[in-house]
């Protein structure tokens, strides 16, 4: 495995250089190696050593940890209130590869044709736990970009050095080219090649920045998050993105927040669900438990009446997350897991199977409730025929009439037969 090259030898600097000499050999090194511009086949290879070089020793944490442990991690890391962003601008990985190209085509340093010089806005993503979420917190970010020169101000300009109107294009930025062709004459409008569409030329621009006023940089910036801030919300920090060419304005830095989930909470709005373990001979005649809030010390009581059942769901007011820019909190709602105790004695074993026994004794048995049963049918038909007047069936009214008709035909024809 090959040895890790000496950052200090590979931007050519004393162990001793300060801040602004090791900036300024980042850059003359960076600006001989970068792909577009080197016909070195390592030149890829140099670039990227060069770049990690001046990642570690431009950061005072990264370079103090590299003095001392010869590592820029350091014996455990950064502290937990600083993030590096490097690695994810806009979500694809932009940093000083990115920041580099950027630099070696924008707009007035002679070295592209872009005609925008107001700086670019810069997004990054920015992770929280839930906890800081709910108590608000102040992060510092670290993060590549286009900051103005140190060497020129921002401005461009070398020593002795003047910004003119550009003889070419009169200061449009445009120029009108006039072609031959079987059609005729045919004219357009192109960038001026010159000012490369900025409509200023500079006569002696500054060596560290090429005359654009700005140069790669790493910079670092406290945010300051509101509690009760959601996932996807962005927090704006003016002038903190790319700057702008020869002192334009620069860009924003938006920071999307993201809360990390957590193990204990979970957060849906700006309320908060938990389970609470009960045991369960405590949930039978209700008992209290104390748990640990979202906010940093803050204890809640949580009230279980009695009777609660696996799952009820407890509702405990103001103890959720904070509402943005209020004083008032979201609930806390505790949900009720019963927990069977595994370690009663003998005699706490006792004194339950003999409260289980009770019970089954309080039941009737089956055989008592078929004799209840029976004996309510009997009760029941003893009531129905214990009147006065026992129940006969009604007389049929046409068997008495047809019985008498009957016997009428029968004496007429006797005596008719008779005579």
Same mark, same amino acid.
């Given at each position: 495995m090959e040895a890790k090259k000496d950052y200090y030898e590979v931007l050519g600097v004393p162990r001793d250089a300060d801040a602004k000499t090791i900036k300024r050999a980042f850059l003359e090194k960076a600006r001989k190696l970068h792909p577009d511009v080197s016909d070195d086949p390592d030149a890829e290879e140099k670039f990227k050593e060069v770049n990690q070089a001046y990642t570690v020793l431009s950061d005072e944490k990264a370079r103090a940890n590299y003095d001392r442990y010869g590592d820029e991690n350091g014996p455990a890391g950064f502290g937990s209130d600083y993030v590096d962003m490097s690695d994810i601008f806009n979500g694809t990985g932009f940093g000083i590869?990115?920041?580099?190209?950027?630099?070696?085509?924008?707009? !007035?340093?002679?070295?592209?044709?872009?005609?925008?010089?107001?700086?670019?806005?810069?997004? &990054?993503?920015?992770?929280?736990?839930? !906890?800081?979420? !709910? *108590?608000?917190?102040?992060?510092?970010? *670290?993060?590549?970009?286009? !900051?103005?020169?140190?060497?020129?101000?921002?401005?461009?300009? *070398? %020593?002795?050095?003047?910004?003119?109107?550009?003889?070419?294009?009169?200061?449009?930025?445009? #120029? &009108?080219?006039?072609?031959?062709?079987?059609?005729?004459?045919?004219?357009?409008?192109?960038?001026?090649? #010159?000012?490369?569409?900025?409509?200023? #030329?500079?006569?002696?621009?500054?060596?560290?920045?090429?005359?654009?006023?700005? *140069?790669?940089?790493?910079?670092?910036? %406290?945010i300051k998050i509101p509690a009760g801030v959601h996932s996807g919300q962005t927090i704006t920090v003016e002038n903190m993105g790319e700057a702008g060419v020869r002192g334009d304005r620069s860009g924003d830095l938006v920071v999307s927040i993201e809360v990390e989930a957590d193990e204990r909470f979970e957060r849906q709005g700006d309320d908060l669900y938990t389970t609470v373990k009960v045991d369960a001979l405590e949930a039978i005649v209700g008992t209290s438990v104390t748990i640990d809030g979202i906010m940093k010390g803050e204890r809640v009581r949580v009230e279980i009446p009695a009777g609660s059942q696996n799952g009820d769901q407890i509702s405990v007011e103001r103890r959720g997350m904070p509402r943005s820019g209020m004083i008032a909190r979201g609930k806390l709602v505790c949900v009720v897991q019963i927990v069977v105790p595994t370690d009663l004695t003998k005699a706490q074993l006792l004194d339950v199977a003999s409260l289980v026994a009770d019970r089954k004794l309080d039941e009737p048995s089956e055989e008592e409730e078929e004799e209840n049963g029976e004996s309510s049918g009997k009760d029941a038909a003893a009531e129905h025929f214990a009147e006065e007047e026992k129940w006969r069936a009604p007389k049929n009214p046409f068997k008495s009439e047809r019985g008498k008709s009957d016997r009428g035909r029968s004496s007429r024809q006797r005596k008719g037969s008779g005579r």
């Amino acid at each position: 495995m090959e040895a890790k090259k000496d950052y200090y030898e590979v931007l050519g600097v004393p162990r001793d250089a300060d801040a602004k000499t090791i900036k300024r050999a980042f850059l003359e090194k960076a600006r001989k190696l970068h792909p577009d511009v080197s016909d070195d086949p390592d030149a890829e290879e140099k670039f990227k050593e060069v770049n990690q070089a001046y990642t570690v020793l431009s950061d005072e944490k990264a370079r103090a940890n590299y003095d001392r442990y010869g590592d820029e991690n350091g014996p455990a890391g950064f502290g937990s209130d600083y993030v590096d962003m490097s690695d994810i601008f806009n979500g694809t990985g932009f940093g000083i590869d990115d920041i580099f190209d950027s630099f070696f085509g924008g707009g !007035a340093s002679g070295m592209g044709h872009q005609t925008r010089t107001r700086g670019r806005d810069m997004g &990054v993503r920015l992770s929280i736990t839930l !906890a800081e979420a !709910a *108590a608000g917190c102040t992060k510092t970010i *670290a993060y590549e970009r286009l !900051a103005p020169c140190d060497d020129c101000n921002g401005t461009g300009l *070398a %020593e002795g050095g003047h910004e003119r109107t550009c003889d070419r294009c009169h200061g449009t930025g445009r #120029v &009108v080219q006039v072609q031959r062709t079987i059609f005729g004459q045919m004219q357009s409008q192109t960038t001026c090649p #010159v000012c490369h569409g900025s409509g200023k #030329v500079i006569d002696n621009p500054c060596p560290t920045c090429q005359g654009q006023g700005r *140069a790669p940089s790493r910079e670092k910036v %406290e945010i300051k998050i509101p509690a009760g801030v959601h996932s996807g919300q962005t927090i704006t920090v003016e002038n903190m993105g790319e700057a702008g060419v020869r002192g334009d304005r620069s860009g924003d830095l938006v920071v999307s927040i993201e809360v990390e989930a957590d193990e204990r909470f979970e957060r849906q709005g700006d309320d908060l669900y938990t389970t609470v373990k009960v045991d369960a001979l405590e949930a039978i005649v209700g008992t209290s438990v104390t748990i640990d809030g979202i906010m940093k010390g803050e204890r809640v009581r949580v009230e279980i009446p009695a009777g609660s059942q696996n799952g009820d769901q407890i509702s405990v007011e103001r103890r959720g997350m904070p509402r943005s820019g209020m004083i008032a909190r979201g609930k806390l709602v505790c949900v009720v897991q019963i927990v069977v105790p595994t370690d009663l004695t003998k005699a706490q074993l006792l004194d339950v199977a003999s409260l289980v026994a009770d019970r089954k004794l309080d039941e009737p048995s089956e055989e008592e409730e078929e004799e209840n049963g029976e004996s309510s049918g009997k009760d029941a038909a003893a009531e129905h025929f214990a009147e006065e007047e026992k129940w006969r069936a009604p007389k049929n009214p046409f068997k008495s009439e047809r019985g008498k008709s009957d016997r009428g035909r029968s004496s007429r024809q006797r005596k008719g037969s008779g005579r």
